[in-house]
């Protein structure tokens, strides 16, 4: 067992990469300058095959080769050679003194508190095994030419390893230490290869051509498996690949039932860099980008400049497609020192959101200022959280027409295209939705929130989850309401919330009407495919029936029903 | 001598890439570069050195270079935070 952190299901051989022996040769036999001319060797050398690994990496892996770039550095460092070199002196041999230098380092990053540098610790592990691989006169680990087909077991796995790697020959990595963001688990998760880490002792455990198979999902890992195992895992495997292959084809298409009707399906990101992962997969166009990193995790306000350029990649990412931002939504819930905000005891209900933006103003200006400035690099919806009344709705666009008079005068461009819209989570606002309407340019109906406000269901308390239920006949009432009195106006519905991507609530939710989901950058294609196999007109139909009926459970049970 | 704070505004901090270009830059200037956080001084032209101040986002770092070429470093260092290291 271990964490799957790439999903896929791997079968075959195991090749098991050793690590170098504990035991390095201490005292040095060699006199001092014999020991610097055995490190400067090996220095030039590994700097040598680093380069050339960088080189090819460029060519397969793109961005991923600047990270050789800093072992290359590490190679020519001064404080680590001013290190290694001292400890010559003192009669070590040239192995034992790079190892001593580049554990003093790596536990250095290995202890501080930030996941991302601790994980940077095994790569200047990485240049430290090169080295002494060379002076021990050990082969390096080379997995440029591999003679067939294997799981690859190791300690960790290393930026020259998966560089060089024989893409075509791995079915999966495996290994012992790392956590979601250690080098592999980026690494597999970009090359689409099953992989499990922090199997702990994996390497001492499996041996080379050991028969084995894993679940790169629930990091379930069964080694010499029964011809039933092997079975089961094999249909599974033949499944998966199916599915991928096939819904892969409808990443360039459109949105449509078979009658005819389109909608759009888009994603929910957390930072502009998820836009890459939401065109993947096939998004058209961000349906919710949460602001809050910008805010979270520090002790200043972003400025306007960095909000702006956050806001402006995620806009070009996705151009010609819309991105719907959605402005600072945080309550006391959330630790941020600088916005001063109370611990409250209901903070759902509290002070946040578009009520502390209403309040501190020059806060949401700023942020709005952002947003209008980076609207002229591609298609940009801004979208208010929290709204319960007519008057946040007038006051929050009456702060933005502030900001875009102060953008004319400075002679700041602004698209005349931004929309502007609200999200319906609080059902006070669902229930005049059409008066509303009047106002916006597009509802996006937040579930998550809705739900909790409409059941009374805290939805972090576990002991009452069972009653958080998305089937429940009030919450669908007042959505189709929402769709219902959007449209009377001329504008689109969209929903961003966990029920947008469930497949069992699709075709009511499509045969309501509503126009835009937008969900997991995952689950697009997914959605995209039911919707393709679906009749609106018949759907449209199954409304009214399924609104009639009485209780969740049932409404559940008749829409998987209708959905296989 | 020239000193000045800059604001990190990458999302991941100085990680690898941002702190092997901070490197390079200041491995190519004749003038001793050093950069201070937390009244604590780091060799920036030691990508160890670099790494192990774990600078994250939102810090601010102080950037000392003392040489003969120091304006035209501090011009390089200036451009790379200005361009967030290209991210």
């Known amino acids: ?564 | 001598m020239i000193e000045k704070e800059y604001m990190l505004t990458n999302p991941q901090g100085l990680h690898a890439r941002p702190a092997s270009l901070l490197v390079q830059a200041a491995t190519q200037s004749k003038s001793a570069v050093t950069l201070i956080k937390n009244g604590n001084e780091y060799n920036a032209k030691s990508i160890l050195g670099i790494l192990s101040v774990g600078a994250q986002k939102g810090d601010s770092l102080i950037i000392r270079i003392d040489g003969p070429d120091e304006v035209e470093t501090e011009n390089k260092i200036q451009a790379l935070f200005a361009g967030n290291f290209g991210e």
């Open chain 1, 1 to 564: 067992m271990g964490i799957g952190v790439s999903p896929g299901i791997a079968i075959g051989k195991a090749l098991v990469l050793k690590e170098i022996p504990s035991n390095l040769p201490k005292q040095s036999y060699h006199n001092n300058e014999e020991e610097n001319q055995r490190l400067d060797k090996c220095l030039s050398t590994v700097r040598h095959q680093l380069e050339n690994i960088r080189v090819e990496a460029e060519a397969k892996l793109g961005d991923m080769a600047q990270i050789l770039d800093a072992q290359i550095l590490v190679t020519q460092d001064e404080e680590l050679l001013t290190f290694v070199r001292g400890k010559l002196k003192e009669g070590l041999t040239a192995e034992a003194a790079v190892y001593d230098g580049v554990e003093f380092y790596a536990n250095l990053l290995a202890n501080m508190d930030n996941d991302y540098m601790r994980e940077r610790a095994a790569d200047i592990r990485d240049v430290g095994q090169r080295m002494i691989r060379h002076l021990l006169g050990l082969e390096q680990s080379n997995l440029t030419h591999l003679t067939e087909s294997c799981i690859i077991v190791a300690h960790d796995l290393t930026p020259s390893d998966t560089a060089t790697m024989d893409q075509e020959r791995v079915l999966g990595f495996v290994t012992d230490i790392g956590g979601r963001t250690s080098h592999t688990a980026i690494m597999a998760r970009t090359l689409e290869i099953p992989a499990i880490v922090g199997t702990v002792d994996g390497t001492s455990i499996i041996k080379t051509g050991d028969m084995m198979v894993f679940d790169g999902e629930s990091g379930e890992l069964i080694l010499n498996p029964s011809e039933e195992t092997l079975k089961v895992y094999s249909a599974k495997q033949k499944q998966d690949r199916e599915n991928k292959a096939r819904l892969q084809t409808l990443k360039e298409q459109p949105s449509m039932t078979l009658d005819g009707r389109k909608v759009i399906v888009a994603a929910n990101i957390g930072t502009p860099k998820d836009c890459e992962g939401a065109l993947k997969h096939g998004a058209e166009g961000v349906g919710l980008f949460r602001t809050e990193f910008l805010y979270l995790n520090r002790d200043t306000l972003p400025s306007e400049e960095e909000q702006f350029q956050a806001y402006k990649a995620a806009l070009e990412a996705m151009a010609p497609n819309s991105v719907i931002i959605r402005t600072l939504d945080v309550g006391g819930d959330k630790e941020i020192p600088y916005l001063g905000l109370a611990k409250e005891s209901n903070p759902f209900l509290g002070y946040r959101a578009i009520r502390v933006c209403l309040r501190q103003t020059e806060i949401f200006k700023t942020q709005l200022r952002a947003l209008l400035r980076a609207s002229v690099y591609g298609k940009l919806g801004i979208m208010y959280p929290m709204i319960s009344g007519l008057a946040e709705v007038r006051q929050a666009n009456a702060i933005l027409a502030v900001a875009k008079a102060e953008l004319a005068a400075e002679g700041i461009a602004v698209s005349p295209d931004v929309e502007v819209g609200i999200m319906i989570e609080i059902p006070s606002a669902a229930v005049i939705s059409d008066i509303l309407a009047k106002e916006v340019d597009f509802f996006s109906i937040g579930t998550n929130d809705l739900i909790q406000y409409t059941t009374a269901v805290d939805r972090l308390n576990e002991n009452i989850a069972s009653l958080y239920s998305p089937y429940h006949p009030g919450v669908l009432r007042l959505v189709q309401k929402v769709i219902e009195n959007g449209h009377k106006s001329g504008i689109w519905v969209g929903m961003c919330g966990e029920a947008a991507g469930d497949t069992a609530l699709i075709p009511l939710l499509l045969g309501m009407g509503l126009d835009e989901f937008s969900m997991s950058a995952i689950s697009v294609l997914k959605a995209r495919e039911l919707i393709g196999q679906l009749n609106y007109a018949e759907t449209q139909a199954w409304v009214p029936e399924i609104l009639a009926m009485g209780t969740a459970e049932e409404i559940k049970e008749a829409l998987l029903l209708k959905s296989t």
